[in-house]
Nanobody, 117 residues
Framework: QVQLVESGGGLVQAGGSLRLSCAGA????????MSWHRQAPGKQRELVAG???????NYADFVEGRFTISRDDAKGTVYLQMNSLKPEDTAVYYC???????????WGQGTQVTVSS
């Protein structure tokens, strides 16, 4: 059974940094485009950043250069480095894997990020 396991969330003060990790188990990681999404209480889940198999990246407008997504296919892991965090970044952060060819995707269980003012 495929699993995506996020880690690295926590409580941080505004202006601080966190690095999220998402490790894939039983997944041919190199065949998937990866992305991070987040969902704040009472809001819809939204895309934060994505990285393709060829390492093309895209970011939501609200990132404003503060976050960096990267991947290590040898480790089967995708990362999200988050700097200059704001209270409005508080949310549960999820990683997602989308197969590059077939309509197959997987979600992690999420990791909580809380930014205090």
């Amino acid at each position: 059974q495929v699993q995506l396991v996020e880690s690295g969330g926590g409580l941080v003060q505004a202006g601080g940094s966190l690095r999220l990790s998402c490790a894939g188990a039983r997944l041919a990681f190199q065949n998937y485009d990866m992305s991070w999404h987040r969902q704040a209480p009472g809001k819809q889940r939204e895309l934060v950043a994505g990285i393709t198999r060829s390492r093309t990246t895209n970011y939501a407008d609200f990132v404003e250069g503060r976050f960096t997504i990267s991947r290590d296919d040898a480790k089967g892991t995708v990362y999200l480095q988050m700097n200059s965090l704001k209270p409005e970044d508080t949310a549960v952060y999820y990683c997602k894997a989308d197969h590059y060819r077939v309509t197959t995707d997987y979600w992690g269980q999420g990791t909580q990020v809380t930014v205090s003012s």
